[in-house]
Nanobody
């Protein structure tokens, strides 16, 4: 059973930066997408950024130009570099790995809290 472990969340001031990391234990098959989602008490879980096994990337409009997703295939890890953070970025961030096409699997991490506040 695959397990996703997130780290890097915390409290940061507006305008600051954080980097989230997610490491996957176990094996997963291509093609796949690794991504970050976020959720608040007021909003359902939504996509922040995603990167595929061929390094295609997708970003939510609200984070374009500020956040960068990357992955390390050797470490089975995905990262989210978050710059110019705003209070509205405050949320629980979840890592996700899912199969694409005919490959069906869908794994989630436990979430890490990001709080942007002065």
């Amino acid at each position: 059973q695959e397990r996703l472990v997130e780290s890097g969340g915390g409290l940061v001031q507006p305008g600051g930066s954080l980097t989230l990391s997610c490491v996957v234990s176990g094996s997963f098959f291509k093609p796949f997408a690794m991504g970050w989602y976020r959720q608040t008490p007021e909003q359902e879980r939504v996509l922040v950024a995603e990167i595929t096994s061929v390094d295609d990337t997708t970003y939510a409009e609200s984070v374009k130009g500020r956040f960068t997703i990357s992955r390390d295939s050797g470490k089975k890890a995905v990262y989210l570099q978050m710059n110019s953070l705003k209070p509205e970025d405050t949320a629980v961030y979840y890592c996700r790995v899912r199969g694409l096409g005919f490959i069906h699997y869908d794994f989630w991490g436990q979430g890490t809290q990001v709080t942007v506040s002065s």
